[in-house]
């Protein structure tokens, strides 16, 4: 993968390798304090000794390690942080490490958020969809009796330190769960990148980081524009209406489908809607399915009702109606729009028909 360099950056999130980032000199503030770090067992495994090998601060950090999966984003699991937290003696001059996949950050960012009202927290992303999304914008949550990110709250990270040579032992099917939100990224903002993505056929080898790093900027001028979700913002939850629903419909059984492939099934259903409501051309709408069959297998649930009705507990809902992000064209998207049952399920059972 091509090498990036730090210049041009907001100053919250640095791209590039961690070792010659600022992240030593950061970690020096809390020399006197303590640091623990955040892991699931697979980061625990291929990502940890690295870090605590590469700077000395860390030798003596407190390990924390969660179980891997969405099941951790759990309540019960964070009060089990703020145990070791307290035993530990943390205060708000010490400082977590968030050292994971989204699920790391969005749990640890939410833990570190409520913990004595708040104690300085930095993400190192590990997986794609970590580096794109999860651990930037500073939304953290947990799930909540089955509804996706029902707890959490908007609160910055101290920095985020984005280094795609964490990716080298990404399983593939991670990669692909990332690809997902770029593919997002670039349809609801950025034609151009929509077009060099579709060339790619095998992610983990094509992909390069200066694709990465385009996705990552577009997460961050968007959010710089509308950092609490009143407006724009919501342009980044294309896909993710429908997507979210599926996601929680599969989460409650024994074969859950991962954030990524949800919000990609979610896309295709959102994109067959914006044909119908937004201005989505038709020829449009046939190259995002081609993507997205090409490269996701299509999970519907039979049940469309429960679907709609997993839909209502959407955050962006207003006065009862459901309202999505629809694309008006590749890289140009409407938020606030009102879908009708109806409609919705026309676009469900075309999708349905497609499998
Ligand atoms: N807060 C936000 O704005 C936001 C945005 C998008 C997604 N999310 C959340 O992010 C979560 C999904 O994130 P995810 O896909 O990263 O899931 P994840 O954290 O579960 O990571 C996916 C898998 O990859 C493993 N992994 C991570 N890095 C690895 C590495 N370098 N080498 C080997 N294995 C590695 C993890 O252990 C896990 O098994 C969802 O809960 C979603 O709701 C949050
Ligand atoms: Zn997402």
Redesign the pocket.
Known sequence: MDAISFSDQSPSIEIGPISTSSFPNLLKGYEQGKIAILV????HY??LEFLITTFDTLREAEIIEVP???QS?DLAICTQLWHSLTESNFGRHDLLINL???????LGGFVASVYKRGIPFINVP??L??ML??AI?S???IDFLGF??QLGSFTPALRTFVDVN??H???QK?WL??YA?LLKHSLIYDAILWEELLLIDTIEKELTAAQIKRGIDIKNEIVAQDPLEKGLRKILNFGHTIGHAIEAYYLETDKPL???HAVAIGMLLEAHLSLQLSGLQLSDFQQIKEVVLNKFSLHLPSDKSLIWQLMQHDKKNREGQIRMSLLAAVGECKFDQHVKFVEFEQAYDSIAALK
């Open positions: 699931d067992e697979n980061t291929h990502c891997s999966g969405e984003k994971g996949g989204g699920v790391v950050s969005d590990t997986s969809l970590g999304d999860a914008g939304k953290n949550g996706k990110n964490w990716l032992t990404l399983p991670e769960n990332g939100e991962s954030h990524g």
